[in-house]
Structures are given as C-alpha cells and as structure tokens.
C-alpha cells in the first residue's frame, strides 16, 4: 500500500520561503500525476498545485507566480517551493494524486503543517 510522507513545514515571517516534499513508497510509474492540497483551521480542503501531462503543471490562482511544484522521479518525490508566503497560505499542506487523472486518492498521509506569522 502506497504512503504518503510530507515534510518541510514550519513558522516563517510573512515574505519567506519554504519547501514541501513528498515521499511516496512504491513506484513513481504508478503515481506520476500528484498534487499538493491544504486544509486551513475551518475551510475546505483546496487544491494548491498539480503536475500534468506533458510536464505541465497548475496552479491555484491564490499561488501563481509564487508556488512551484515538481517531482524527482528518481527519489519518489514531489515538491513545493513555496516563496514571498503570506499569512493567508497558513494551512496544513497535503500531497496526493491529482484526480484529473485517477479515480480515488490515496490514503492521505498526516500533513505538514506551515504559519506564516504577519
């Protein structure tokens, strides 16, 4: 059974950067179509950013220009730069596959948590 691992998280100043990764265990063929989520105190989980076909990628609006994501095939993992983070991206952040492809997620895996303080 496929897990999900993320890390990466922590306090940061409003204007600094961090960077998510995701392991998955098992085959990166099976899962190449992965996504970050997040899940702020009392709101929907939303989708952040999402790797598609053809090495296109995309993102919330709330993030262009901001976020990037990508993937080392080779390490299993995905990742998230996140830069010039605001008070309004403090949320749990959560990777799993992008449904645009597949039919069901994966088990989710616990999170990491980001707060940018203001």
């Known amino acids: 059974q496929v897990q999900l691992v993320e890390s990466g998280g922590g306090l940061v100043q409003t204007g600094g950067s961090l960077r998510l990764s995701c392991t998955t265990s098992?085959?990166?063929?099976?899962?190449?179509?992965m996504a970050w989520y997040r899940q702020a105190p009392g709101k929907e989980r939303e989708l952040v950013a999402s790797?598609?076909?053809?090495?296109?990628?995309n993102y919330a609006d709330s993030v262009k220009g901001r976020f990037t994501i990508s993937r080392d095939n080779a390490k299993n993992t995905v990742y998230l730069q996140m830069n010039s983070l605001k008070p309004e991206d403090t949320a749990v952040y959560y990777c799993?596959?992008?449904?645009?492809?597949?039919?069901?997620?994966?088990?989710w895996g616990q999170g990491t948590q980001v707060t940018v303080s203001s």
């Open positions: 799993n596959r992008n449904l645009q492809y597949y039919n069901t997620y994966l088990n």
């Open positions: 098992g085959s990166s063929n099976s899962n190449q179509f």
């Open positions: 790797l598609r076909s053809g090495g296109r990628t």
